[in-house]
Every structure is written in C-alpha cells, then in structure tokens.
C-alpha cells in the first residue's frame, strides 16, 4: 500500500452525517473543511463542530464556508448532501478538485454513477431523475467517484451540534470498478485513523443494495405515519407490509446481478430503534424529502427489468402524494 497520506480533506455538506465525519477526521489529526450553510455554518465558524455520542463528545475546529473557493484544492472531497442537493454540489464542487482528487458520496440510495463500469448492457447508462442534466457526471467526472454506504444514526439537535445516537460511523466504501486501488486504500487508512471505521468492498453495489432494503422497506411506513421504527415493530400488520416491500426491493437488486437480501426481524426486529429516520425528520423540519434516489429510480429499474414490485409502488405513490402535499417535493 502507498504511503501517501490525504490530510487536506472537505466534507461537502456538513449536516448530521457530515458533521459527525468532520468532528472525528479533524479530532484524528486531518486537516479539515466543510461546506455548509445558514444557521449551522455560522455556529461552527464561532464554536466548532460538537459531535454528542454515549461514548464521548468531540469538539473540533474546522473550516467553514458556504463557498468552496474559501477553501482551495482538496486531497479528498466527501459529499454527504442529500441527493436533491446535488446539481448544487455539481455547481460549486470545482475549486475543491485537483486532477487525481477522489470524491467520495456517502449518500442513501442508488448513487449518480451507478452503471459507470458497471459491465453488461446497461453500463455507462446516466441516471437523469437522481442527476439531472448529468451535471454531476460533467462536473465531477465518474472517474473520481468512490462509492460509500454509512451505517451511523445521527441528528443535528442545534446548528453546530451532531447527536449521534447509536455511537457508530461504520462505513463501506469501494471502487465503481471493484478494483482495490492505492486511493480506496488510502481513504481506508484515512478514516481507520480516526473513531469512524470503514471498510473497502470489493463489491461496492451489492453494499449500495442492503443498506438500500433498510431504506427501502423501513422509510415508507414510517414516513406515511411520521414514526419511529420501534413504533412501527408495534403493530403486526406494518412489520408484514414491510417484509412484503423487503422482499421485492431485494428482487431488484438481484435482477441487477447484486447480492441483496435484508433480514427484516436481524435488521430491525430485535432492537427497534427509538430514532426517526432522516427522511421522518426532513419531512417534520420542511426539508426536501428524498424520494428518487432511494424509491422512484428503483422502481423505475423494476420496470425495467420486469420485476413486480405492487406494495412498493403504492407506498412510494403515496408517499409522493404526501410530500407534494407538504411542498417538500417536485419532480
């Protein structure tokens, strides 16, 4: 493995995931910057980035600006926006870059780069519903895409503030190639130095595809009933609907040639947490509710590929319907 160490790292969006990235990283000896906005970036220009966990609190000091020219060339970029804020990230991402800067997206859902040497008859297909007018694509380049999944639940209580609930910011992250490369390696090392954890994957979208089953089959029916999954595993019927919707994002996955299986009662039955989903929380906070990365451009696969998928698609109509209901969406 090189001996090259990335220390001049930007988080691009330093919310809940971000920010808990941003505290360990620079706390770890990084030399760390975010992008961020409003309230939130005002705080950690006065106070820092505050990370609460059960196991510690981590207060560190990055830089901050709502202008990536602020902060010059990177080693590393990791985005952690939600995926309706991404032809912004594609507006503002160029500064950040050098020739051989990686970004890595550690966002939910089917990423942008998705079929990017992905083999078979749909590589190189562009994905417009989750990067529009592939700016993304032109902007950033799939050749500098590391993908990453997070493992990691996480509020922000106040700006400045990261409440981390369940004390983990697991990651797997992995080429779209599936090659282990000198730079996934030393992104790995990176983030192995620090209290986060990653792991590199050799198959990168099979990861993409269990940490989207959670999503998948969780986020609707707390979504519609604005609930915890704790008090979703209290009635019998929801925890059937969501074996149902498990069960047919899996066949998705698999269509593609992925490995994808979610264990509903492994995953959430024996401990249902007590925290809302991001998705229950942007829709209680007036955010933009992500919907096409994480259940419309599924669905759209499922057509695609001839995959039945009925309690998928009237849960994802009716969640459309709400969110459009709140303003919080628009095709």
Not at 85 to 111: R, Y
Not at 235 to 246: G, H, K, N, S
Not at 300 to 316: D, I, Q, R, Y
Not at 319 to 331: F, I, N, P, S, V
């Amino acid at each position: 493995m090189s001996t090259h160490v990335m220390s001049k790292v930007c988080i691009y969006g330093a919310g809940a995931i971000g920010g808990n990235l941003a505290a360990r990283l620079a706390r770890s000896g990084a030399d760390v910057s975010v992008v961020a906005r409003g309230a939130h970036l005002d705080a950690i220009r006065q106070n820092g980035i505050t990370l609460e966990s059960p196991k510690e609190t981590i207060a560190a000091r990055v830089k901050a600006s709502a202008d990536p020219r602020d902060l010059g060339p990177q080693d590393l970029v990791i985005v952690t926006v939600k995926a309706p804020a991404l032809p912004d990230v594609a507006a503002g991402i160029g500064p950040l870059l050098e020739p051989e800067t990686p970004v890595m997206f550690v966002m939910n859902g089917i990423p942008w780069w998705y079929f990017y040497r992905h083999g078979g008859p749909y590589d190189g297909r562009r994905l417009p519903r989750i990067d529009p007018g592939d700016a993304v694509w032109t902007a950033v380049g799939p050749q500098r895409a590391i993908g990453a999944v997070i493992y990691s639940a996480n509020s922000v209580p106040r700006p400045g503030v990261v409440h981390n609930s369940n004390a983990r910011a697991d990651l797997i992250i992995g080429e779209p190639s599936d090659e282990l490369t000198e730079r996934v390696q030393n992104i790995a090392a990176l983030i192995n130095a620090s209290s986060a954890t990653a792991t590199i994957s050799p198959r990168i979208r099979d990861d993409v595809w269990n940490k989207l089953l959670g999503n998948m089959s969780s986020n609707p029916l707390t979504f519609l009933a604005q609930c915890s999954i704790k008090d979703m595993f209290a009635e019998p019927v929801c925890v059937a609907a969501l074996r149902r919707i498990a069960e047919e994002a899996a066949s998705i996955g698999r269509a593609l040639g992925c490995n994808a299986h979610l264990d509903v009662d492994m995953a959430f039955g024996r401990n249902p947490s007590a925290h809302k989903p991001s998705i229950v929380q942007d829709l209680e906070r007036g955010r933009p509710v992500e919907l096409d990365a994480m259940f419309t451009v599924p669905l759209e696969f499922a057509k695609m590929l001839n995959v039945p998928a009925p309690t998928l698609e009237l849960l994802v109509a009716l969640m459309t319907l709400r969110a459009r209901g709140a303003g919080l969406y628009k095709a």
